[in-house]
């Protein structure tokens, strides 16, 4: 099974504190954007609400510009003709509203010293409050394990790759090691102040559930979702939640994966045929899993729960 590229749950405060691009050697090699704590990101998925769109383009050649905030900050979006069919569901959008963005990292830097991140969206869906609370979830425990993985870094000189993979961050060491070369000692102290306001921000009292998208529209406009948008919703929370199989499979995997190495590919697969899955039917799922950011590879080929 090839290895796959998950989609980084990273809230719009870290990622955009970032600007550390590592380069893959080879034409179609990957590149990444690091994080200040160690995420290495190819891919993201982002939840939040999208304040404005603007095309910045033309009639012929339009630039869908647009701005998404989550509980700590804004992303920004550019799609255009290299990404059409996002470019088309962005232009449908009309704010405020809720809405999902899969796609790859953007730099730009207009001079030395400088760089602005962006969102370079392979998919746009508009979604619900529930999803977007899902996410912001997700994302805190996300933020969390690389908290964890940081204050273990910060006791080493220097850091190494090598290290943090004994402790069992095998998934976030390359990261984490490049992390502390590029950006020296990081203020964890806000990362955790801003995991605490985001986890604040999902309960019911949290002043946000008062202010969603659907309450701040005039009422005449407050129409019933269109047949199209409720299946474009229904789609996503398909796609970021697992299916009932996947959810099996899920279950078992926390049951055999106990400490930080994971649990093997065949291991996994021997687990599953009670089930009456095949390896080729439990490798598909474990890519779907990774690709919803429901499990990782501590290593290429072992898999454990999120």
Not at 16 to 28: I, Y
Not at 73 to 81: C, R
Not at 158 to 165: D, F, L, R, Y
């Amino acid at each position: 099974m090839t290895h796959r590229e998950v989609a980084w749950r990273v809230f719009a405060a870290e990622f955009s504190d970032s600007n550390l691009e590592q380069h893959g050697e080879g034409e179609k090699a990957p590149s990444y954007l690091v994080t200040p704590l160690g995420a290495r990101i190819n891919r993201v998925v982002a939840v939040g609400v999208i304040t404005d769109i603007q095309n910045t383009g033309s009639d012929e050649e339009p630039l869908w510009k647009a701005r998404m905030s989550d509980p700590t900050g804004t992303f920004y979006i550019s799609a255009g003709q290299f990404q059409l069919e996002a470019a088309r569901e962005l232009a449908k959008l009309k704010p405020p509203v809720f809405a999902a963005i899969v796609g790859k990292f953007r730099t730009y830097s207009p001079e030395p010293g400088v760089t602005y991140v962006s969102i370079r969206p392979e998919a746009v869906k508009k979604v619900d409050a529930k999803t977007r609370d899902y996410w912001v979830f997700e994302a805190c425990k996300s933020l969390k394990r690389r908290l964890d993985a940081c204050a273990e870094a910060a006791k080493m000189d220097p850091v190494t790759a090598e290290e943090m993979s004994a402790l069992g961050y095998d998934d976030l060491a390359q990261g984490v090691a490049a992390a502390a070369a590029h950006y020296g000692e990081v203020d964890l102290e806000r990362y955790k102040a801003m995991l605490l306001d985001s986890l604040r921000y999902l309960l019911p009292e949290s002043q946000h559930a008062q202010e969603t998208p659907e309450a701040k529209e005039p009422e005449e406009h407050a129409d019933a979702p269109t047949e199209e948008e409720t299946v474009a919703e229904d789609s996503l929370e398909a796609e970021m939640s697992p299916t009932a199989e996947e959810g099996k499979l899920l279950a078992m995997l926390g049951g055999i994966s106990k400490d930080r190495r994971g649990a093997a590919l065949e291991d996994i697969a021997k687990a599953a045929k009670k089930d009456g899955f095949d390896q080729a039917k439990v490798e598909v799922m474990l890519d779907s899993l990774l690709d919803k950011g429901l499990i990782f590879e501590p290593k290429i080929g072992r898999y454990m729960v999120s």
